[in-house]
C-alpha cells in the first residue's frame, strides 16, 4: 500500500510507543487511513498486532514512512518533550516540502515551540503545538486535544481531530485553540490546574485521615459520594478507587504501602513560572507545586516531627463542611488557572476563547469536572470576564461555600494540620476581593529606602518623599 501512488495515507504519527499507537489506533477506528514511524521494530509490530483489523501499517525507515504520506503531509510527533523533538525535526526537514504540517503533541515548554514554529516557517513548513490530554485511555478512545499553530494548516486535519476527540453530547472536545505556542501554553496551564486540584484532594485526605480518623473504606466513601454531585470529576473520580485497591503482595491498601514522596515532570513548575513572568498570581498552583517539594525533604521532616512533637490534629468539622471547603479551593484553581491564559491572551497576543477552552476540558481531559460546565456558561454569557469571580452564578457558588470552608480551614490551623493549598486559596479569596489592601505600605517603603517613588490615591502622577525629615 505504502509505495502504491494511488493510496497514499493521510496522516503519520511518528513515535509508536503506547500513547501514539493508541492515538493513530484511535483515528483508524474513525475510518482515517493512517501510518506510523519508529525506529524501534517491536512498536511496529505491536501497532501492526493491535490495529490488525485495520491492517495499519509501521514503518522503521523515515523515508519510505515520508513518501507513504498524501501531500501536504501531515505528521504528529508523539516523542519525550526536549532534545528528542529537535532530532526528531531535524531528521524529517530534508525529506519536507513546503505547506507540510508537523504537530507536536507531547509535553514540550511554549517557549521551545515558539522557537519552532519560528525556524519551520522559514521553510514553509507549518509546526503545531498541540497539548493531549487523557492519558493512554483518552489517546486510545477520546482526549481533549488542544492545537495551536496556522489556522489554514489547522483546517486540514480539523475532521480527524474532531473525529478522535472525545465528546460532550455530540459536542467534540477539540478547538483551534490560536496561533503560535497557544495550544502548549493551554495545555501547560491545564497541567498547572491538574497539579492544584490534585493537592487540594491530597490535602482533604490528610484531613479525613489525620483530622476526622478515617478509615481507608470512610474515605472511599466519602470520595464515592463526593463524586455523585457536584464536584463529580474524573480526579475525585479514580481517587475514590485507589483507596480500595489492595497490594498484591502484602494485602495490605496499595496506597498505605506507598511513600508520601510526590514527584513531577514539569509542567505545574512551568505555570507557576510563567504567571511570575506575566506577574499573574497563581497561589494555589504555587502551593501544589511547592507541596510536591516539600514532600521529598521526608529525612528532614521526620527529624523536625521529632523536634516539635507530634501534633494532635483531630478537629471537629463535618464532611459537608469539608465538601464547601474542597469545592470553594476547586472553584479558585480553575478561576486561577483561567485567570492567567485571559493575561497570556493579551500578553502573547493568542486571541484565546475561553469558553471554548472550558468546553474542551468538559471532557477527555484529566481536569474534566461537572464544574467546567459553569465555568463555560460563565465564559459563554461573557467572553471577555476577567475573572471568573465577577461571574453573579459563580458568586452564588461561592457564597453558599464560605461559611464551611472558614470553619474547615481555620480548625485544621488551629490543630496544627498542614493544610497549604486551602490556606493560600482562602487568603487569595480574602485578598482578591478586599478593595483596599495593604500595599500603599510597601510603595512607602519602597519610597522611604530607595527612592522609588509612589503614586497618590489624590491626584495622577508620581510622588517622592523625603522620609528622613520628621514633619
Ligand atoms: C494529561 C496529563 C499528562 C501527564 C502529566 C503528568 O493531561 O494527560 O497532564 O500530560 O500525566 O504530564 O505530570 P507530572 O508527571 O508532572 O505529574
Redesign the pocket.
Known sequence: MANNDSKKYKLGMIGLGTMGRNLLLNMADKGFSVTGYDKDRKMISKLEEEGKKHNLEGFDDIKSFISSLQTPRTLILLVPAGPIVDSVIAELKPLLSKGDIIIDSG?SHFTDTNRRVDELEKDGLHFFGMGI???EE?ARFGPSMMPGGDKQAYNVVKDVFDAVAAKVGTDPCVTYIGPGASGHFVKMV??GI?YAIMELIAEVYGILKNGLGYSNDDIYKVFKKWNEGRLQSFLLEITAEIFVFKDAETQNDLLDQIKDEA??????KWTSEVSMELQLPVPTINEAVSNRDLSKFKKLRVSLEEAFGKKDTKIAVTVEELEDAFYFSMISAYAQGMHLLVQASKEYQYDLQLQEIAKIWRGG??IRAKFLEDIYQAYDKNNVLEHLFGDAGIQNIIKGTLAGTRKTISACINSGLGIPAFASTLTYFDTITTARMPSNLIQAQRDFFGAHTFERIDKDGVFHADWNKLS
Request: positive net charge; aromatic residues 0%; hydrophobic residues 5%.
Open positions: 509535553n490530554s487523557g492519558g483518552g491545564h497541567n491538574e514527584r513531577s515532570k514539569g509542567t505545574g481531559c484529566i
